[in-house]
């Protein structure tokens, strides 16, 4: 099963909080775990990548996979109005070649920052 | 640096119509995709290609129709245009299929 579970939200904070946005799957042959970030009437742009398990940091964002538990974060801090957008989580497993299992992205989770 | 360039970005169609989606790239990438997202849908995979000559169907393929005779080009048909494919459509490329995708801005699709 390649589902990917996210939130669809609204999700509204106030300007500076803290955003923690998260996703669950099933698949465990996961490996290689995205967020991206979608703008009205733009294509999603690539936030963070990972590999297997751990966090990783760039900037006032923050990713954590933890795989033991499926389930996958995505944290903001010291949130700006420009961070309102949809974020969308994707992921896929490792392997090479061709398939149609190149990515499974969650639905997106629509964040508001409040100045 | 362009990297992925769709066109056009708006286009309104009447039933029964064709047409084609242009999409280019120019990050020598192996792997483009087609998406179409709608509200509430996310992101469905129409077609994709592993490389020049190389195509194959994703979860959602019927009434569309895809080639890729060159790395840098993926173009999307619609054969004959139906008001169920009025959507956002994106392209994608990635160096591996397994790797993050790059895309472009959409092109807004209207079927009436």
């Known amino acids: 099963q390649k589902e990917v579970e996210q939130d669809p939200g609204p999700l509204s904070v106030p300007e500076g909080a803290i955003v923690s946005l998260n996703c669950t799957y099933s698949?465990?042959?996961?490996?290689?775990f995205m967020w991206y970030r979608q703008y009205s009437r733009k294509g999603p742009e690539l936030l963070m990548y990972t590999y297997s398990s751990g966090n990783k940091e760039d900037g006032r964002f923050t990713a954590q996979v933890d795989k033991s538990s499926k389930y996958i974060s995505l944290f903001i801090r010291d949130s700006q109005p420009s961070d309102s957008a949809t974020y969308l989580c994707?992921?896929?497993?490792?392997?090479?070649?061709?398939?149609?299992?190149?990515?499974?992205f969650g639905k997106g989770t629509h964040l508001i920052i409040q100045p | 640096n362009a990297g992925v360039t769709q066109t056009p970005k708006f286009q309104v169609l009447k039933t029964g119509q064709s047409m084609t989606l242009q999409c280019a790239q120019d990050m020598n990438h192996e792997y483009m995709s087609w998406y179409r997202q709608d509200p509430g849908m996310g992101l469905r995979l129409i077609h994709y290609s592993v490389g020049a000559g190389i195509t194959d169907q994703g979860e959602v393929p019927n009434g569309y129709n895809v080639s890729r005779s060159t790395t840098e080009d993926f173009p999307l048909r619609l054969l004959s245009a139906a008001p169920s494919q009025t959507s956002v459509y994106f392209c994608a490329s990635s160096y591996l299929v397994n790797q993050p995708q790059h895309f472009g801005d959409g092109t807004r699709l209207s079927i009436l």
């Open positions: 698949n465990s042959a996961f490996q290689y």
């Open positions: 994707a992921m896929s497993a490792a392997f090479q070649g061709g398939g149609a299992d190149g990515l499974t």
